[in-house]
């Protein structure tokens, strides 16, 4: 862990890193919110892409084939609800997830957005943070739905039978290490803080001292490699807006 002179650089955090992040195409033909949403979204540890209209969207969602695309519905050339039928009529994004943005906040647009083939629909002005917050749980629902194993570089961790493989090799993780280890898989790359970590993996069932997630952190580093996980001072992690 390297030193740092701020203040509070005791309290670090932990993310697990792996080969390929998830990769998000965004198409508006307002630069200020591309701007603001792709930044935000680098920041989460994603791959990110934009487009400023909609045959520029349809082009590189074809090459790139984005895990994600984020389309604003009154884009020119295409609306993002005709770039979301046109991709949802091809068998390779039929999986792909797709939210659209608008300034249009009338249940009719709303209706019309969704029965596109979107799996979600967000208004103007757009909130970062709930953007953002969106973004994740269709991530984590996706991954829930398409299976109960997550692989990670060389790691795969099965959640259905509490177990953690490392270049095929079984590895015997506590309770708590395979939790601790399971929650920084769900979202390879991103930042997690302390109080995250503590309250999703102990919550309020004990109270632990401030050093137990760096005892766990060490235990798991030593059991699958000590490149898997690192650790940034927390004046390293860029503030949330």
């Given amino acids: 862990m390297s030193v740092c002179t701020c203040e509070n650089y005791f309290c670090v955090n932990f993310v697990l890193m792996e080969l390929k992040a998830k990769t998000i ?11 603001i949403v792709s930044y935000n979204l680098l920041k989460e540890g994603y791959n990110v ?3 400023r209209d909609g045959n ?29 039928r046109i991709l949802r009529s091809q068998a390779k994004f039929k999986n792909s997830l797709i939210v659209l943005l608008t300034a249009l906040g009338d ?12 799996d979600d629909y967000i208004t103007k002005p757009i909130s970062t ?37 490392v270049n095929g090799v079984p590895i015997s993780l ?27 993996v102990w919550g309020n069932e004990v109270i632990v001292g401030d050093r137990t997630i ?8 030593e059991k699958i490699g000590e490149d898997g996980i690192r650790c940034v001072p927390r004046c390293a992690v860029p503030p949330v807006y």
């Fill in 129 to 165: 943070k709930v953007l953002m917050s969106r973004v994740n749980a269709l991530f984590r629902r996706m991954q829930k739905e398409e299976t109960d194993v997550l692989t990670v570089g060389d790691i795969i961790i099965d959640s259905s039978k509490y177990s953690v493989q």
């Fill in 56 to 84: 520029e969207a349809l082009e590189k969602a074809r090459v790139i084939e984005p895990d994600l695309l984020i389309l604003d519905i009154l884009m020119p050339y295409k609306s993002g609800v005709e770039v979301c």
């Fill in 25 to 35: 195409l965004v198409a508006d033909d307002e630069n200020d919110i591309v701007e």
């Fill in 49 to 51: 892409y934009t487009a």
């Fill in 107 to 118: 249940e009719g647009s709303h209706i019309k957005g969704l029965d596109s083939g979107a």
């Fill in 214 to 221: 760096d005892v766990h952190i060490r235990k798991i580093r």
């Fill in 174 to 200: 506590a309770k708590k290490e395979f939790e601790l280890l399971h929650l920084l898989a769900t979202k390879p790359g991103r930042v997690f803080l302390r109080n995250e970590i503590l309250e999703q």
